[in-house]
T-cell receptor, first 116, second 117 residues
Framework: AQSVTQLDSHVSVSEGTPVLLRCNYS??????LFWYVQHPNKGLQLLLK??????LVKGINGFEAEFKKSETSFHLTKPSAHMSDAAEYFC??????????????FGTGTLLAVQP | GAVVSQHPSWVICKSGTSVKIECRSL??????MFWYRQFPKQSLMLMAT?????????EQGVEKDKFLINHASLTLSTLTVTSAHPEDSSFYIC?????????????FGQGTRLTVV
């Protein structure tokens, strides 16, 4: 079965400093992996996705993630945090070969706080 | 991109009543929609997969008679929480896969915050 583990429930950074949100996955086959962001009382927005193409994936708002099969990781990074980045971030794996056509399995989320 | 509209965004209801939540794909057809639930300080958990023209598939532990799903058209799926109780208070969100720039992506509604009093 597919699963993801987000290693930090809370991360706090200062504005302008780098962001690292960690995610490890477990999958019996080559997975489709996603990062979503959820702002308070809002729906989910896709930041980026990995679907077996380039291992370094660039997303919106300056975020990127690197798929590392040897480490079963898909960590999310951003060089410089902005106040508007404060939100909850979910690492997600697709349960099946069809990518987003299959049900999505969410990690427990990482709440990112950005200090001025 | 594709838009999924969910209504209402929030609802308060009395214990024992039923609440209907709508999920619409505005500019694409969705043969499949997914319904998720998110309890406070927890992650999203899939409740059921809604299939147009056929019965929904429920995840283990989700009562199909309590959470009625109807997907009668290619653009609309509804979730009805029947005989709601305070423990059903949660954030419910739907998603539908759509092809965007030759890639399939899951698009989410805005979510519905249900409070049962």
């Amino acid at each position: 079965a597919q699963s993801v583990t987000q290693l930090d429930s809370h991360v706090s950074v200062s504005e302008g400093t780098p962001v690292l949100l960690r995610c490890n996955y477990s999958s019996s086959y080559s997975p489709s992996l996603f990062w979503y962001v959820q702002h308070p009382n809002k729906g989910l927005q896709l930041l980026l996705k990995y679907t077996s193409a380039a291992t370094l994936v660039k997303g919106i708002n300056g975020f990127e993630a690197e798929f590392k099969k040897s480490e079963t990781s898909f960590h999310l990074t951003k060089p410089s945090a902005h106040m508007s980045d404060a939100a909850e971030y979910f690492c997600v794996v697709s349960d099946g070969y069809g990518g987003a056509t299959n049900k999505l399995i969410f990690g427990t989320g990482t709440l990112l706080a950005v200090q001025p | 991109g594709a838009v999924v509209s969910q209504h209402p965004s929030w609802v308060i209801c009395k214990s024992g009543t039923s609440v209907k939540i709508e999920c619409r794909s505005l500019d694409f057809q969705a043969t499949t929609m997914f319904w998720y639930r998110q309890f406070p300080k927890q992650s999203l958990m899939l409740m059921a997969t809604s299939n147009e023209g056929s019965k929904a598939t429920y995840e283990q532990g989700v009562e199909k008679d309590k959470f009625l799903i109807n997907h009668a058209s290619l653009t609309l799926s509804t979730l009805t929480v029947t005989s709601a109780h305070p423990e059903d208070s949660s954030f419910y969100i739907c998603s539908a896969p759509a092809v965007l720039l030759m890639n399939t992506e899951a698009f989410f509604g805005q979510g519905t915050r249900l409070t049962v009093v």
